[in-house]
């Protein structure tokens, strides 16, 4: 959101296309107001633009790289790591080779973004031990090479004196696996001398302020930067830099590039060499025929030089002081004046320092070269010098600015040119943006036959007199009306008068500025020769390292070939570059310096807007503006984006234009965002392309998904037909296994019952045959024998035949157990049978009413276990002996069955009178005993029933039916002495009548049918009551208790 915002803010645009309206002015105000708010990036569509700030910022954090990581680009701030995120992710998922161009002018902050670049890159590709290590070198190969290849200039207290192109190398998951590291053309003149105000290599001043006293005095060093004439001898320190700490970074990270200690000592011992050859002192004199000669001054400097490096010290004095020459077939020894002395010795410091510095990046080439035939996508990043304009120019800045020129070519073909050019042969409807193309100053430089490099080849080669003025004449012939090249001579053919423009000098109008060159040392900086002698001497020392950076000292391999000249490899080592560049996709980051006077917060808008018109940022914008953002061939973009339409995904069968068309019109973007190429596909802005990279990364996620899906489906699926394959198989065996167990089991059984069935049969028709049968003849007879004793004795010694004795012997044998209780049973019964046949019929008659008695009260009553002992009498008044009862005796006749004295319970109040109570066949009777006189007459029939308590009283309650004669009153209570003969009489009397059962109540609560109404009786368990005689209370008119004991 924030990103957004800063992207539309009209004061701050963070994206120069959105500019309104767009020229120079809005523009420029736009950079500085960013620049003001510590904005320094600002992008042209996908260029960035970054200007230095000369402070540091808080915007290179951890945080800021995580925010980064796979972020939307135009939806975060404007950023380089933005830059280095997309092109990382485009070499990752898309495999592109991509390459990061950065320019500038120097100073303008080229090699800090190519560092930012390099440890975003290493900070979000994946992690691990091995490629942690890959990554940690490929970062330390910048300490290094900057201490050997950087110096304080004027411009730049860390300017990059030679170009640097490096090839990070990826496998296809986007982890680190190496690098290559190029380099072009070291400005070595820097060693021998520096203007004022700038510095040597870093590396010298690092030595001497970090190295121990024990290694300065083995490099046979003084510490003092002012004892060394190749060193600034006003100011060796820089402020704001520590010498010292960084020579011991530059250490740590040679080790852990994976330099040996002995080769890091050998390279300062190289370096120690080359900073001591500038002390080495001549003098001057004459010679025999008056030729000047010189020699050391100072024996003591060549002499610790020759101990560094294990060489004889008068080699190197005569190598030196003189040089052999081929004069006639003949090798003659010339001396060499002092100034040529000098000059000699200065070549070999450069010479030495240059091959020194190759060697190192050579070296760690080899720690972070990835092996060969592995398949790796590459990420370039150049940090070149940048342009340069001095006050005196020189052959190095000719070299430097013509690669600047190269770049720029490069960037103007690749987003101007090229990308108009396609438009137009696309056929899309284009209208042509203005810019100008520096194709004619690489021309004029670079041109292999009339070039300037190839005129300064060519006079570096010509025999005879050769000079720069030689040279400066025929530019000034070739170029006479070239719009980009003047001389004081060409001016002077125009009729302009320039005083800017001294002898010995040219001018080039580059892109970036009209630069003046002197010519002065152009010839000998172009050939680059070292004499043969010096390059034999280096080689003849024991040192293995400078030994080995002088292979052409070897005096059998002389060759009479001239090197290549320094114009002729740098032109070709650029074209290599280019071509690389060429190859790959290009991302930019456009370095801006804001002042300078490198101060923080500064910003000159006159300075700036020189670079944003030599950098064509201008022209960069229009076209964007006009322009697609993005384009492909319709065959690989069908390709990537194919998942978003149905129809085109999995396969499309049409042409490749019509399947792009059709995806297109699926997704919902406006058509001014597309345009259809013959060839290609465009698309205007990149918002549009990030949207349909969003919705490829959810599709492909989604797809990723389908896929797992439907693998663990069909994993799980073949697992299943396997498994159940397998269970089939099993049960089947399982089941096979169990049916012939069981057969087998059926087989043994049938052959067992057969083999039984046969013995059988066989025994039985043999039996006849056999003594088989005498045992069983002999149990059999054993068995009677058993018996008829058993019998006999039983028989002998039968127990009493009274019926109440039930004793019987026991069976002398198991077997004779049934037979004997049988045997028992039988007696039993017939000793009962024999004691109820010599009964007389009395008793009979009185043991049945006993019988009776025992199944109507047995166990329900308690009054029955006392009845037991009580002989049944029946008639207990003796009615026939006394005469008072003659009367009743007649009413009882002889159907009389029972006789005695009872208690009638008054009904009214629970008292109890004494009555007579005569039960006959036919009736039941009530006499007063006094009068006796019958005063209840009752038919049996008129009984309904009787009711008695559980316990051992004499209280029963009789029941009448409601429609008899003498039960006008109602029931009748009464208490007996014999009341369990008397129930029972009256039971069997009523079997024997009427064939009918007494229905008797055994119960402790019951109701009476009384002539007043109902009385309920309750029996009440209580102490109050003695004996058989209970005692009936009244409880109001409907209540009666019996107390029982
Ligand atoms: N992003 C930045 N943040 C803070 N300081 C920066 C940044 N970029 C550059 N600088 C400052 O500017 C100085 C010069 O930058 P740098 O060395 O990258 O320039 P250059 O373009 O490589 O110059 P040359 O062409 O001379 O090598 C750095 O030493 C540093 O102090
Ligand atoms: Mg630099």
Known sequence: ???????????????????????????????????????????????????????????????????????????????????????????????????????????????????????????????GEEVDKVKEQLLQSNPVLEAFGNAKTIRNDNSSRFGKYMDLEFDFKGQPLGGVISNYLLEKSRIVRHVKGERNFHIFYQLLAGGSPQLLQQLKLRQDCRHYS????????????????????????????GFSPAEVTALLQVTAVVLKLGNVKLNGSFQAGGMEACSIAEPQELQEICGLIGLDPSVLEKALCSRTVKARNEMVLTPLSVPQGYHSRDALAKNIYSRLFDWLVGRINTSIQVNPGKQRKVMGVLDIYGFEIFQDNSFEQFIINYCNEKLQQIFILMTLKEEQEEYVRE???????????????????ENSKGGILAMLDEECLRPGVVNEDTFLTKLNQLFATHKHYESRETQNTRHIMDASLPPHCFR????????????????????DLLFRDLSQAMWAAQHTLLHSLFPEGDPQKVSLKLPPTAGFQFKTSVATLMKNLYSKNPNYIRCIKPNETKSAMLFTPELVLAQVRYLGLMENV?????????????????????????RTWPRWAGSEREGAELLLAELPYPPEELAFGHTKIFIRSPRTLFDMEKRRQDRVNQLVTLIQKMFRGWRCRTQYQLMRKSQILISAWFRGHAQKNKYKQMKRSALLIQAYARGWKVRRAYRKYFRSGAGARLANFIYRQLVQKFLVGLGRNLPSLSVMDKTWPP??????????????NIFDRWKCKKYREQLTPQRRALLQTKLCASELFKDKKTLYSKSLQQPFQGEYLGLTKNPKYQKLHAVAKDKLVMAETVRKVNRGNGKTVPRLLLLTTEHLILADPKAAQPKTVLSLSNIQSVSVTRFSDGFLALHLKETSTGGNKGDFLLISDHLIELLSRLHQTLMDTMAQALPLNITDRFSTHFQKGDVAVTVVESPQAGGTIPICRKRGSNKMEVLVH
């Open 230 to 257: 190749y060193l600034n001898r006003e100011s060796s320190g820089l402020p704001g830099v520590d010498d010292a700490a960084n020579f011991h970074a530059m250490q740590d990270a040679m080790r852990i590039i």
């Open 508 to 527: 080039i109008h580059h892109y970036a500025g009209k630069v003046t060159y002197n010519v002065t040392g152009f010839i000998e900086k172009n050939n």
């Open 622 to 646: 229009r076209v964007r503006r006009a322009g697609y953002a993005f384009r492909q061939l319709y065959g690989s973009f069908l390709e990537r984006y194919k998942m978003l339409c149905p």
């Open 427 to 445: 056929g899309i409807k284009w209208t042509p943006v203005e810019f100008f193309d520096n194709t004619i100053i690489c021309n004029l430089i």
């Open 1 to 127: 959101m924030e990103a957004t915002t800063s992207l539309l803010d009209a004061a701050a645009v963070g994206d120069l296309v959105l500019l309104d309206p767009l020229n120079e002015e809005s523009l420029l105000r736009t950079l500085q107001e960013r620049f003001k708010r510590g904005d320094i990036y600002t992008y042209i569509g996908s260029v960035v633009i970054s200007v230095n700030p000369y402070r540091s910022l808080p915007i290179y954090t951890p945080e800021t790289v995580q925010e980064y990581h796979n972020c939307s680009f135009f939806a975060v701030k404007p950023h380089i790591y933005a830059i280095a995120d997309d092109a990382y992710r485009s070499l990752r998922d898309q495999d592109r080779d991509q390459c990061i161009l950065i320019t500038g002018e120097s100073g303008a902050g080229k090699t800090e973004a190519s560092k930012l670049v390099m440890s975003y890159v290493a900070a979000v590709c994946s992690e």
């Open 811 to 824: 069976p002398p044998y198991k077997f004779l157990t049934n037979a004997n209780q049988e045997l028992r």
